[in-house]
């Protein structure tokens, strides 16, 4: 049964950062892409950045590039989101998701970022 579980939302100023983690289990985690998507307050599920089961290819929406960096730890079967440079408009829930990214992509239950001051 495949599992993903994020971790390390919170409550950020602007400017300020945070670390997103994502724990997978049940599958082999190496052997799949990966990515983040975030879901703001009343708007619907945009992706935001995605990497190959070797991290050697890596992509970023426009929004987020330069500021958010994603990697993986094959070994922890473990997806990170390292975010800096926070804007309130990076407000959202946060997911990770197995495989490439889609709308019916398999999803964990999100962690909530919130950017204010």
């Known amino acids: 049964q495949v599992q993903l579980v994020e971790s390390g939302g919170g409550l950020a100023q602007p400017g300020g950062s945070l670390r997103l983690s994502c724990a997978a289990s049940?599958?082999?985690?190496?052997?799949?892409?990966m990515f983040w998507a975030r879901q703001a307050p009343g708007k619907g599920l945009e992706w935001v950045s995605g990497?190959?089961?070797?991290?050697?290819?890596?992509r970023y929406v426009d929004s987020v590039k330069g500021r958010f960096t994603i990697s993986r730890d094959n070994a922890k079967n473990t997806l990170y989101l390292q975010m800096s440079s926070l804007k309130p408009e990076d407000t959202a829930l946060y997911y990770c998701?197995?495989?490439?990214?889609?709308?019916?992509?398999?999803r964990g239950q999100g962690t909530q970022v919130t950017v204010s001051s």
């Open positions: 998701g197995k495989g490439y990214y889609s709308s019916g992509s398999v």
């Open positions: 990497i190959v089961s070797d991290g050697s290819i890596i």
């Open positions: 049940g599958f082999t985690f190496s052997n799949y892409p």
